[in-house]
C-alpha cells in the first residue's frame, strides 16, 4: 500500500486533480479553503494506492488550523510521495510551498496546473529550469482538461516504490546556510535526521510548536539562540522573515530564468472584478444577485416544482399507488397505516422540497465556482467587522443557508479563534434549507403566501447575527484581537457544468440520504407513538396516544411560547433531529394521507396555531439549536464541550427570548389578551437586550481589546 | 515612514518593511508581501475598507489596520 498526499495552494486546482485521479465526485470549489478536511481515495483501477487530498495552505507555519492539519500529516502520517501542485499562472506564490515541501524529506513530483490557460496567455515555462532548480521531477498538466494527472501519479509512485528522499539544496544566502549548519550540530540527537534540514529552519524561525514539542537541554538551546541572534543582528531582522525574504529572492531568481511572460493586457477577469466590485455598482450587483436567487428558488420556478412534487407526485400518484397495491396485497390495516400515513406522508413532505433546494443549491454552487464569493467577503468585510467578525464570515454564513453542516465547518478557514467560534454559533441563524421548509409551509398556512415573509426571516437572520456578533463582542469570553484578512481574490472562472452540477448534487444528496434515513426512522416513530396507546394497542383518538402522554409531561416548557400542546412540542422535539421533521412530524400527527396532502397539512397546522404562536413557534424553531448533524460539527469544530455548551445555550436562550416576546406581545397587540405578567417580562427582556447592545464596553474587557488591537496593528 | 495604508488606488508602491508580529506578519509574509515586493494599489472596497492590492501577479485583499503594519521605501 503507497500513500501519495497532494498538497499545494488554495485554488490551484488539486480537487479537480483528486478527483481525476480517483474517480470520485468531491466538491471543487473556487474560494480559498474549500476543501477543509483532509480527503482519502484510492487512484483509478490501482486498489494498493491511496490519495490523499490535504488542504488547499500557503505555507506551512504553524499559525492556522490548516496550515497545521497538513504540516501534521505530512511530517506524522509518512505519506510515501507528494504531488505538489502549482498554478502555473501563479508561479511565484505557489512556489513559495514548494520550497517548505522539498525540506520534509519525502519524495516530491512537481505538478504545474492550468497549463491551458498558461498556454492561451501565451506564458512560456522552462520544465528543464524547474527540475534543475528544486531537484525533482516536474509535469505539465491541466486537470480540468484530464491532461497530465496520469503522469503525475505515475511519477510519484516510481518516486515512492525507490524511496529515494529529496535532499534540499542550499536556497539561502552564505550567513543564513551557515547558521543552519551550526543549529543542524546542536540539534541532530533530538530530531529525525532525514529532517535535519527542516527542524534546523524551524528552530531559526522559533517555530514555537517544534520548539515545544523537540525542547533542547538549556546549554544547547542557548548556544542556538545566540547563533541565531548575531545572523539577525547583522541583517537586521528577525528569523522568521529573514527565511521568508530568502525564499521569495531565492524563487524570483528562479522564475526570472524558467519563465518567460507574454506582455498582459487587462484580462478578462479584471474587466468583470471592476464591474463587479466597482465603488457604486457592488451593493447593488450584489443585493440584485441574493434577490434573485432566492426569488427564483424560493418564490417562482422552486414554488411550482414543490407544489408539483408535494400535490402530484406524493399527494396522488405515491399515496395512490401505494394504497391500491398495498389493497391489493391485502395487508393488515395498521401497516396500510405505517406505510402511508406514517412514512409516505412524512417524508414525502420533506422531499416534496428537495426540487426546490437543488434549485437553490445550483445558483449557490454556481456563485462559489466562479470566484464571485471571495469578492463578496471583500466588499461586505468592513461590514461584519462593526459585529465583531470578518467579511470571511460571511461565506459559512451563506453556506449555512444552505446547509448549516458544511457552513460550520467553512468556518476553519477563519484564523482567529475568537472570531472563528462566534461564527460556528452564530451560522446557523440563517435559515437553512431544511428550516426554508418549516417558512414555507408556514407561510402558506398563515400568511396567505405572501412574498414578504420568508425575506424577512432571513433578514431577521442577519440580525440576530449581528446584535448578537455586538453583545458577544463586549463579553469577555470573545474580547480579542480582530481576525486578519489578508485574502486572496482568486481570478474569475467560468464553472464547468459538470463541477457546478456535483456540488449541487452533492449538497442535496446529503438531505435527501437523511429524508432517506433518519427522518424515515423518525416519522415511523411518530407514528408508532401516535397510533398506540400505553396498552399497545391502536388508538382512535390521538389525544390517547403515547406521543401524546409523552408531550403532555414537557408541554409546559413550550406554553409561555403559545404552542404548548403536545403536538407542538413534539414537533419541535422530532426538529431536532432534523429540522424538517418538524414538518413532517406535523403532517403525520395531523393524519396526512389525503389526495390533496398540502392542503390537508395546511388544515391540521392551522388548528393548531394562532397567527402569533404560529410566528412563535417558527422562531422558536428558527433559532434554537440547528439538528443534531449541526450540533454535532459545532461540537467538533469547537473542540470541547464547554464551547458546544456555550454555543447551544446561547442558541436556546435566543430562540426562547425570541419566541416569547412574539408570542406574549403578539397576543397583546393582535389578539386582544389582557397586559399581563408575560408582556410585562417581555418588555423587560427587549430592555435587556438593548442595554447589552448599547452598553460601553467593560474597562477589563476593553483593556483586552486594546492590547489584542494593538498586538495586531 | 509611509505604509501601505497611505497608499492611493493606482499607485505602484515598494515594501521596505513588515512590522507587528506573529500569526498576522507572518501570514502577511507568506502571501508574497516581503521586503523589496512591489505591490499594486488596484481599488478600495466600496464601503472603504479593505484594499484589493496585487502582489507577485496574483490579487490580494488587506485590510487598512493591516496595510498600517507594511512600511513602503
Known amino acids: ?713 | 515612514m509611509k505604509t501601505l495604508k497611505e497608499a492611493k488606488p493606482g499607485e505602484t508602491v515598494v515594501v521596505a518593511r513588515v512590522h507587528g508580529k506573529g500569526a498576522l506578519r507572518r501570514r502577511i509574509m507568506d502571501m508574497g508581501i516581503t521586503k523589496g515586493t512591489q505591490l499594486f494599489i488596484r481599488k478600495i472596497a466600496p464601503l472603504g475598507d479593505p484594499v484589493e492590492i496585487n502582489v507577485r501577479g496574483y490579487e490580494l485583499s488587506i485590510r487598512k489596520v493591516e496595510a498600517e503594519s507594511i512600511e513602503l521605501v
Open chain 1, 1 to 713: 500500500m503507497l500513500k501519495i498526499a497532494l498538497a499545494g495552494n488554495p485554488n490551484c486546482g488539486k480537487t479537480t486533480l483528486f478527483n481525476d485521479l480517483t474517480g470520485s465526485s468531491q466538491y471543487v470549489g473556487n474560494w480559498p479553503g474549500v476543501t477543509v478536511e483532509k480527503k482519502e481515495g484510492k487512484l483509478k483501477g490501482r486498489k494498493d494506492i491511496v490519495i490523499t487530498d490535504l488542504p488547499g495552505i500557503y505555507s506551512l507555519s504553524p499559525y492556522t488550523l490548516e496550515e497545521v492539519v497538513s504540516r501534521n500529516y505530512l511530517l506524522n502520517d509518512h505519506p510515501d510521495a507528494i504531488i505538489n501542485l502549482i498554478d502555473g499562472t501563479n508561479l511565484e506564490r505557489n512556489l513559495y510551498l514548494t520550497t517548505q515541501i522539498i525540506e520534509l524529506g519525502i519524495p516530491v513530483v512537481l505538478a504545474i496546473n492550468m497549463m491551458d490557460v498558461v498556454k492561451k496567455n501565451g506564458d512560456r515555462i522552462n520544465v528543464q529550469q524547474l527540475e534543475k532548480a528544486f531537484g525533482c521531477p516536474v509535469v505539465q498538466t491541466s486537470a480540468v482538461k484530464g491532461v497530465g494527472s496520469k503522469e503525475a501519479a505515475f511519477k510519484a509512485i516510481e518516486l515512492a516504490k525507490k524511496g529515494k528522499v529529496l535532499v534540499p539544496k542550499p536556497i539561502f544566502s552564505k550567513p543564513v546556510e551557515d547558521t543552519l549548519e551550526t543549529i543542524s550540530a546542536s540539534i541532530s540527537k533530538q530530531v529525525d535526521p532525514t529532517r535535519l534540514r527542516w527542524y534546523a529552519i524551524k528552530y531559526f524561525e522559533r517555530d514555537e510548536k517544534v520548539l515545544a514539542a523537540h525542547p533542547l537541554p538549556d546549554d544547547r538551546l542557548e548556544n542556538v539562540e545566540t547563533t541565531i541572534r548575531e545572523v539577525e543582528d547583522r541583517m537586521e531582522d528577525d528569523g522568521e522573515s529573514i527565511i521568508t525574504n530568502e525564499r521569495y529572492e531565492y524563487i524570483e531568481q528562479i522564475v526570472r530564468h524558467s519563465v518567460h511572460r507574454f506582455e498582459k493586457k487587462l484580462t478578462i477577469s479584471d474587466r468583470i472584478d471592476r464591474v463587479v466590485t466597482n465603488r457604486f455598482l457592488s451593493l447593488p450587483i450584489f443585493i440584485a444577485m441574493i434577490w434573485f436567487v432566492y426569488y427564483v428558488s424560493v418564490t417562482t420556478l422552486g414554488s411550482i416544482v414543490t407544489d408539483w412534487t408535494n400535490d402530484t407526485l406524493f399527494g396522488t400518484w405515491v399515496t395512490e399507488g401505494a394504497t391500491h397495491l398495498l389493497n391489493s396485497i391485502g395487508t393488515a390495516d395498521w401497516l396500510n397505516g405505517l406505510i402511508v400515513d406514517g412514512i409516505i406522508g412524512g417524508v414525502g413532505t420533506v422531499l416534496g422540497f428537495v426540487p426546490q433546494m437543488m434549485i437553490l443549491f445550483f445558483f449557490l454552487s454556481l456563485l462559489e465556482d466562479s470566484g464571485y464569493m471571495a469578492r463578496v467577503a471583500f466588499i461586505m468585510d468592513r461590514l461584519f467587522r462593526r459585529f465583531g467578525l470578518s467579511g470571511k464570515s460571511f461565506i459559512p454564513i451563506l453556506i449555512s443557508s444552505g446547509c448549516g453542516v458544511p457552513g460550520i465547518m467553512a468556518t476553519r478557514t477563519i484564523e482567529n479563534d475568537h472570531d472563528r467560534r462566534m461564527t460556528i454559533m452564530l451560522t446557523t441563524f440563517i435559515p437553512c434549507g431544511a428550516k426554508m421548509v418549516i417558512i414555507t409551509m408556514f407561510v402558506a398556512t398563515f400568511f396567505h403566501h405572501s412574498s414578504w415573509v420568508a425575506p424577512t426571516m432571513y433578514l431577521l437572520g442577519i440580525a440576530m447575527i449581528a446584535f448578537s456578533g455586538i453583545i458577544l463582542k463586549k463579553t469577555k469570553m470573545f474580547a480579542g484581537e480582530p481576525a486578519p484578512f489578508v485574502m486572496e481574490l482568486p481570478a474569475y472562472h467560468l464553472p464547468s457544468l459538470k463541477g457546478v452540477l456535483i456540488h449541487m448534487w452533492e449538497r442535496s444528496k446529503h438531505f435527501i440520504v437523511k429524508a432517506g434515513t433518519i427522518i424515515f426512522i423518525a416519522c415511523g416513530l411518530i407514528w408508532f407513538l401516535s397510533s398506540f396507546g400505553w396498552n399497545l394497542r391502536m388508538v382512535e383518538d390521538v389525544d390517547h396516544s403515547i406521543l401524546a402522554g409523552l408531550g403532555n409531561t414537557i408541554s409546559w416548557v413550550f406554553a409561555p411560547l403559545g404552542f404548548g400542546s403536545w403536538k407542538g412540542t413534539v414537533a419541535t422535539i422530532s426538529a431536532l433531529v432534523a429540522k424538517e421533521n418538524a414538518i413532517g412530524t406535523l403532517a403525520v400527527l395531523n393524519g396526512v394521507a389525503d389526495e390533496e396532502n398540502t392542503r390537508a397539512v395546511i388544515a391540521g397546522i392551522g388548528s393548531m396555531f394562532t397567527g402569533v404562536s404560529a410566528l412563535s413557534f417558527m422562531l422558536f424553531n428558527l433559532f434554537n439549536p440547528p439538528c443534531f448533524a449541526a450540533i454535532g460539527a459545532t461540537s467538533r469544530e469547537m473542540g470541547g464541550i464547554k464551547w458546544t455548551m456555550i454555543a447551544l445555550g446561547y442558541q436556546v436562550l435566543l430562540g426562547y427570548a425570541l419566541g416569547f416576546v412574539t408570542y406574549q406581545l403578539g397576543s397583546v397587540l393582535f389578539l386582544g389578551h389582557s397586559f399581563g405578567f408575560g408582556a410585562v417580562l417581555a418588555l423587560v427582556i427587549i430592555g435587556i437586550a438593548i442595554y447589552l447592545l448599547v452598553r460601553p464596553v467593560p474597562a477589563a474587557n476593553k483593556m483586552i481589546l486594546d492590547r489584542g488591537q494593538h498586538a495586531g496593528a
